[in-house]
């Protein structure tokens, strides 16, 4: 019965679980601050070619061989 309230006592003293949720925790939101990112930056570059691409006009009138 002793070794056994030891187990618990020791087992509740031990951080070894909330050490890890907390690192999952943090992961999580390193994950979520990634996505946000990317996503942004893949509008802002999309809306950025786009306007590019507006702006370049084909040449008109031009000749068709050398």
């Known amino acids: 019965m002793r070794s056994m309230t030891k187990s618990l006592v020791s087992f509740l003293k031990a951080e070894?679980?909330?050490t890890a949720v907390e690192y999952a925790?943090?992961?999580a939101?390193?994950?979520v601050v990634c996505?946000?990112?990317i996503t942004t930056l893949g509008s802002?570059?999309?809306?950025t070619f786009?306007?590019?691409?507006?702006?370049i006009k084909p040449p008109t009138g031009g000749?068709?061989?050398s």
């Open 25 to 27: 925790v943090m992961l």
């Open 44 to 47: 802002n570059a999309n809306s």
């Open 50 to 55: 786009s306007f590019v691409g507006s702006a």
């Open 29 to 31: 939101l390193i994950i």
């Open 16 to 18: 070894d679980g909330p």
């Open 35 to 37: 996505i946000a990112a």
């Open 63 to 65: 000749s068709s061989g």
